[in-house]
């Protein structure tokens, strides 16, 4: 009973978000005779991002944002998904467009990254978006920090001073955390694979974000008491079911939740921590993209910085 109230729920973060969300879908159809338009593409059959594109794509639907889906065989050219890119770029009834990641080898991410027109960019991977952010000027930021960030803010209004320690230092969550960690005060750490000693620096983080992808690697031994931990990892876990021998797969983020509750102040589970914030602020950034492309005032959700 105690653990659960450590617990950070993201689901209920994000319905509370995605409530104040709706209104300005809603008055935007109102105002422009058509909703906020979500462009999604998917290349190939990877199971994990069909599931993660059907989501994006509900989610859009009960939020009042219209939602474009561009299926494309694994095989397409590179030139082929860059000249789909192109038309939804100009397309005036589309106002964010997300390329599903990964992509297959033979294409450059980097160059269909590059090649998002910056104000549709509501994954906030463009070097624009990226550069803006870390200048203190955000524009589009990137989904899985921005739902990270927002629930920090809202259990501790004030995190000015604090330790912060994340590991993992990719361009999606590691890299734009830490600017958004270091506008809010904080004194941050990025680690990575070659960090010496990661539970030294680990243990000294008032805030841990974890985002590694590797199972349940965050035990007790990387935990300081009273930490705030914040689990970005979803990995799909193999097990045998003792009851009926089956092979089972289940997700696990990349702390031990069971191991960790005890020390920690808050933690995030997985699933239902991140994740559901993650969709959540990919509505919202497609919204703010649908007015700013409109040339309308966007009131951010998110408060002034954003
Ligand atoms: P990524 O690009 O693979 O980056 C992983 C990072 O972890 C890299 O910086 C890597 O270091 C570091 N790392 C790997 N092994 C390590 C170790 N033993 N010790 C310390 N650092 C280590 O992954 P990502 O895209 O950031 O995603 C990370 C995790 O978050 C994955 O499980 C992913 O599924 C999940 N994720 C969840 C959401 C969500 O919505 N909840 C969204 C995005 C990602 P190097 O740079 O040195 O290689």
């Given at each position: 009973m105690e653990n659960l109230k450590k617990i950070i729920n993201g689901k209920e973060y994000s319905k509370k978000f995605l409530k104040q969300v709706y209104p300005l879908s809603t008055n935007f159809l109102k105002k422009f005779k058509r909703k906020p338009c979500l462009a999604v593409i998917l290349v190939g059959d990877n199971t994990a991002s069909r599931i993660y594109v059907n989501n994006k794509v509900r989610t859009a639907e009960k939020n009042g944002i219209q939602s474009k889906e561009v299926i494309l065989s694994s095989k397409v050219s590179e030139v082929n998904l860059l000249n789909e890119i192109l038309k939804l770029n100009v397309d005036?009834?589309?106002d964010g467009i997300l390329v599903q990641l990964p992509?297959?080898?033979?294409?450059s991410e980097k160059k269909i990254i590059h090649s998002i027109n910056p104000k549709k960019d509501?994954?906030?991977?463009?070097p624009i978006n990226f550069g803006k952010l870390f200048m203190g000027n955000p524009n589009f930021i990137p989904c899985t920090p921005l739902g990270c960030f927002y629930m920090l803010k809202n259990e501790f209004k004030d995190l000015s001073g604090k330790n912060a320690v994340i590991i993992g230092r990719s361009n999606i969550v590691g890299k734009p955390m830490a600017s958004l960690l270091l506008a809010s005060n904080c004194s941050v750490t990025i680690t990575h694979?070659?960090?010496?000693?990661l539970q030294e620096h680990c243990k000294k983080a008032d805030i841990l974000v974890s985002a590694v992808g590797?199972?349940?690697?965050?035990?007790?031994?990387y935990i300081k008491q009273g930490a705030i931990i914040i689990d970005v990892g979803i990995n799909r876990l193999q097990f045998v079911?003792?009851?009926?021998n089956v092979n089972e797969t289940k997700l696990v983020g990349d702390v031990n939740f069971r191991k960790v509750v005890n020390i920690a102040k808050k933690i995030t589970p997985v699933?239902?921590?991140v994740g559901p914030m993650t969709i959540a602020c990919l509505m919202h950034n497609t919204v703010k993209a649908a007015y700013k492309n409109k040339k309308q005032n966007f009131k951010n959700i998110l408060g002034d910085y954003f």
């Open positions: 005036e009834n589309v992509l297959p080898a033979h294409i509501v994954d906030g991977f463009h694979s070659k960090t010496k000693n590797i199972p349940e690697m965050v035990d007790e031994t079911n003792p009851e009926t699933p239902g921590g």
